[in-house]
Antibody, heavy 123, light 108 residues
Framework: QLVESGGGLVRPGGSLRLSCAAS????????MSWFRQAPGKGLEWVSS????????YYADSVKGRFTVSRDNAKDSLYLQMIRLRVEDTALYYC??????????????????WGQGTLVTVSS | SDELTQAPSVSVSPGQTARITCSGD??????VYWYQKKPGQAPVLVIY???ERPSGIPERFSGSSSGTMVTLTISGVVAEDEADYYC???????????FGGGTKLTVL
């Protein structure tokens, strides 16, 4: 299971840190990813991180503003978001990644997903 | 282009077969995965590696691929299949995760 937390209302330019608590599987052995879905829009990939955090990829839309990290001792994934924009408003999901490799971090499938945490950026 | 293209909507009557397509130039080199997304619920993986079905997913869900197009087929559609369906893959350099725009399946 995956449970996201940390969402909320923040003003443009502000910061927020999301957390994703994992249980029921060996978290340290899996790549993990963040996704989001803006209101009325489709699914969008945000970032992926390898099991040891040695390789991290970001979508161009968040590069330089978002930072993904993980604490394998705490079975937790994080997403630090700074310089937030109105267009970052979305439901943010974490998901376990399978089928990828160190040479192809963005491949594979995502299962399971958490229920999401809502981030609203508004003045 | 590494974009994935899906039709915005598909409508079928109960018991009929729904076919949802996804096209993209990188698909001959990358696997495709399909997710079912219902309002207020987390996405659910229904097909992986083009045509494999995860445990717990009904047999009426199947996937196929041909060149730059992949197809999710739902045979004998039931009302509970009404949802948005998204295809997902990677770009040709395996650097970015890519989603199609989603197809809304309406069960008439």
């Amino acid at each position: 299971q995956l449970v996201e937390s940390g969402g909320g209302l923040v003003r443009p330019g502000g910061s927020l840190r999301l957390s994703c608590a994992a249980s029921g599987f060996s978290f340290r052995n899996y790549y993990m990813s963040w996704f989001r879905q803006a209101p009325g829009k489709g699914l969008e990939w945000v970032s992926s991180i390898t099991s040891s955090a040695s390789t991290i990829y970001y979508a161009d839309s968040v590069k330089g503003r978002f930072t993904v990290s993980r604490d394998n001792a705490k079975d937790s994934l994080y997403l630090q978001m700074i310089r937030l924009r109105v267009e970052d408003t979305a439901l943010y999901y974490c998901a376990r990644q399978q089928g990828a490799s160190i040479a192809a971090v963005a491949t594979g499938w995502f299962d399971p997903w958490g229920q999401g945490t809502l981030v609203t950026v508004s003045s | 282009s590494d974009e994935l293209t899906q039709a915005p909507s598909v409508s079928v009557s109960p018991g009929q077969t729904a076919r949802i397509t996804c096209s993209g130039d990188a698909l001959p080199k990358q696997y495709v995965y399909w997710y079912q997304k219902k309002p207020g619920q987390a996405p659910v993986l229904v097909i992986y590696k083009d045509s494999e079905r995860p445990s717990g997913i009904p047999e009426r869900f199947s996937g196929s691929s041909s060149g730059t197009m992949v197809t999710l087929t739902i045979s004998g559609v039931v009302a509970e299949d009404e949802a948005d369906y998204y295809c997902q893959s990677a770009d040709s350099s395996s650097t970015y995760v890519v989603f199609g725009g989603g197809t809304k399946l309406t069960v008439l």
